[in-house]
């Protein structure tokens, strides 16, 4: 058995990994510093100091953010189009994908021309505006939803992956019996879970980030995204975002750093909770429709 002897640390290692350290914790730091300033005990925070770890802990801050009306209805609001949102964008992404594959379907090159040319040209704010307002869209949750279903990208990366499958598979299946709507749903469909996965995350995320579309869309406060309240929150640092969208509550005795700092990890939180369960197939189902063969 032979053993491989451990490559020796050269001068150049050494000022890499240096150098990629202090890049790490440049990129880390942030994150520590919202953490800290949220935790920390309203009691002994004091404004401007730095926190590395808080002084004494606490969940003032969280209590009262999931105390107030805003942020929950906020909550609420982005959870439903994330849920929604990312459940429609798979159906319409992966059907339409799949019907582009197929050569013999009138009109393909049509659409798959259509497809392209999203790809390269886009209409622009003014005129998706325009075309939310006189679908009736404007102030409904629907208008961060529909126009966002898929995009030419998607359509173009599913569409590659599914060419990448063996025609045979979906051949065989018909030769059994099988409709072409049996063999996207029994055949395809379990074939493409690590593509599934990997465009679930991508859709999710998205929705979940939804801030452009929902800052112009919708002007009731009640309909907010918690992206925007956060803006409110942490920009806007000359108001108070929570108690300007109808918060419940007092929150004098919680600084209002400790707040915008609590409502940054909450929003954070469900993406960070849900990624390690999807990065095995995240990177998986990037790579597969990558090359065919």
Known sequence: ?????????????????????????????????????????????????????????????????????????????????????????????????????????????????????????????????????????INSLWSLIWPSLTSAWSLIVIKSFFESLPAELEDSARIDGCTDIGVFLRIVIPLSMPAIAAFTLFFAVSYWNTYFNALIYLSDSKKWTLQVLIKTLVIDSDSNGVGQAGAGGDSRAVPQETIRMASIMLAMAPILLVYPFLQKHFAKGVMLGSVKG
Do not use: H
């Not at 379907?105 to 886009?122: K, Q």
């Open 1 to 137: 058995m032979s053993f491989v002897a451990s490559k020796k640390m050269t001068t150049f290692d050494w000022v890499n990994y240096t150098i990629l350290a202090i890049i790490s914790f440049a990129c880390v730091f942030p994150f520590i510093y919202v953490f800290s300033v949220s935790f920390t005990d309203p009691d002994v925070y004091v404004p401007l100091k730095f926190y590395l770890f808080p002084d004494q802990w606490s969940l003032a801050a969280y209590k009262y953010l999931l105390s107030t009306n805003s942020f929950l209805n906020s909550l609420r609001n982005t959870i439903f189009i994330t849920v929604i949102g990312t459940a429609l964008s798979i159906v319409c992404s992966f059907t339409l994908a799949y019907t582009l594959t197929k050569k013999a379907m009138p009109g393909r090159n049509f659409m798959l021309s259509a497809v392209i040319f999203t790809l390269v040209f886009n209409a622009g704010i003014v005129p998706s505006y325009i075309l939310v307002k006189e679908l009736g869209l």
